[in-house]
Structure formats: C-alpha cells, structure tokens
C-alpha cells in the first residue's frame, strides 16, 4: 500500500511539472496579446534576471487592440492579409477533409477487416509501409499533380490529398476487431447486404474512434502550414495557419499583434476537443449481441 501511494504521489508530481511546461506558454501568450507593442517590446529590454522579468510580464495597460486589428485592419497592419477570408478557408478545408476522411477511411477499414478479398492484408501492409516515408518527399508529385489538375490556389488541392490517411484507416481498422464477426453473420442471414452491415451495425458501434479520427483530421487540416504555403499564392485563398506570416510588415512587425492572431487560430481545435473530449480515450467492449 505504501509503494502504491508512493508512485501515486510521483505521478502526480511528474503530471503537474507536465502540466506547467503545457500551461506556462499559453499563459504568455494570453497575457501578452493584451498588450501594446510598445510594452511587449519593452518587457525584453534590459531584463535583469527572471523576477525582474515576471515583474514585466503584466500588462503596463490593457488593450483589445489586437483582436480588433485583426478583422478590420490598423495602423502597421498589412491589409492585403484577410483573416475573415483565411478563417472561412479554413474551416472550408477542414470540415470537408474531416467529412472525407471519416466516410473513406471508415470503408477502407470495413473492407480490409471484414470482406476478406484476395490480396488485401499485402495490400494493407504495403500502404502502411508506403506511409512511413516523410511527407515532405511527396511535396513535388503532389505540386506536379495539383498544377495538371488545375488545383493551384483552388481549395481542392487542399482538401483531397489529406483523405486518405493509412493511419486512420490502421486505427479504425483495430477498432473493428473488437466487434464480433457473428454480428455480421446474423444480419446477412437476414438478408442484410455488406453496405447494410456497415451502416447498420459497424457504424454504430466504431462511433468513439471515429470521433477520434475526425478530431485528428480536423486539427491535421486546420494546423497544416507546408503544403498551402507551397500550393495556394493568392491570400484570398490562403488558410489561416499558413496565412498568419502575412501579418508580419516588410518594415515593421507588430509581435503582439501577431500574437493575438495565433491565439485566435487555436480557438477552433481547442472548442472541438473540448466538446469531444469524453469520446477522446473512450473505449467500448462490444460482448453483447449474439444471445446463445
């Protein structure tokens, strides 16, 4: 017993030092995008040390400044970036991708777990072996092929490349194994086809991982900077992660400024998880079902 609360104490004591690395930057990031430039510019200037630091570190006055900048445009702003224009981007791109990859990576892993087709465990394995070269090598074919396509600064090139993730399907995929076969041999003995077994009851039963999946797309498409950097050049295309660099000024960057707008583009990621949290580490044990 005293072993136990012993390593319950240092597991809350790794968590909560855990817990600070994870806090402490946003902390910042929060206090000083209430700042004028000015001051947050001041706040590093001859710092003697870390308490004279955290003694700079409130706000000398508070101010909503930034946020507001941010849509309507300020003094020492650059204008042509448009941040209602990147935001409804991407929340276009990452809806529809989420959308995709849970409608085509669910099927994908329905038919490699349950149909039982010739070659498709080789199949299986070959694209999960293809996956783990780095992204950055498939940044030319994908660039060659968007441009054939007419996809460059068009929001298709962000949106059908990420679809297919082998991960996902790989995730799902384990998932399902957890579901009794004899699930599905019972309702094709009622007369069910394969698409009706996976709506009907393959569907319903993967919900929690297939929240999981859509969370991950969801925050692979928002937080993706690399690819619309290289694919989309018109700003009235552009996302807002990879948009953001275009609020610094050739002359002058507003850091706390540029702060507020990175604050605000973590807002949609962070709401979705906290809405789906619960589903997040979730788990079902499907036993019941088949009554013998």
């Keep these: 017993m005293a072993a136990n609360k012993l390593a319950k104490r240092i597991a809350f004591i790794f968590l ?18 209430f700042k004028y430039d000015s001051d947050f510019i001041t706040s590093f200037a001859n710092v003697k040390g870390p308490v004279d630091y955290l003694t700079r ?20 702003t650059n204008t042509t970036a448009n941040l209602l224009a990147m935001f409804k981007n991407s929340f276009i791109v990452a809806i529809a991708q989420t959308a995709g990859v849970l409608i085509i990576t669910s099927l994908s892993a329905y038919a490699y777990e349950r149909l039982n087709f010739k070659g498709g465990n080789a199949i299986f394995w070959a694209l999960m072996y293809m996956s783990m070269f780095p992204n950055v090598v498939n940044l030319l074919p994908m660039f060659r092929i968007a441009n054939a396509l007419g996809w460059v600064n068009n ?4 949106i059908w ?21 004899a699930l599905d041999e019972a309702a094709t003995i009622d007369g069910a086809n394969s698409l009706q077994v996976y709506t009907k009851i393959i569907l319903p039963s993967i919900l929690p ?11 692979g498409a928002w937080n993706d900077f690399l690819w619309p950097t290289i694919v989309m050049t ?33 807002m949609p990621p962070f709401l979705l998880y906290l809405v789906a949290q619960k589903y997040f580490l979730q788990g079902i044990s499907v036993q019941a079902g088949v009554k013998g």
């Design 209 to 219: 991982v297939m929240i999981v999946v859509g969370l991950f797309a969801f925050n």
């Design 155 to 158: 929001l298709n090139a962000l």
């Design 234 to 266: 018109d700003v009235n295309n552009q996302t807002l992660t990879a948009g953001l660099r275009l609020l610094m000024g050739q002359y002058e960057q507003k850091w706390a400024h540029m702060i507020a707008s990175c604050l605000v583009s973590m």
């Design 16 to 33: 909560f030092l855990l817990g600070i690395v994870w806090i402490v930057p946003i902390f910042w990031l929060i206090i000083n995008s």
């Design 57 to 76: 570190l409130w706000p000398r006055q508070w101010t909503v400044a930034n946020y507001i900048e941010m849509f309507v445009g300020g003094a020492g």
């Design 161 to 181: 490349p990420g679809l297919a993730g082998v991960f996902n399907i790989f995730l799902i995929r384990n998932f399902m194994k957890g579901i009794p076969k």
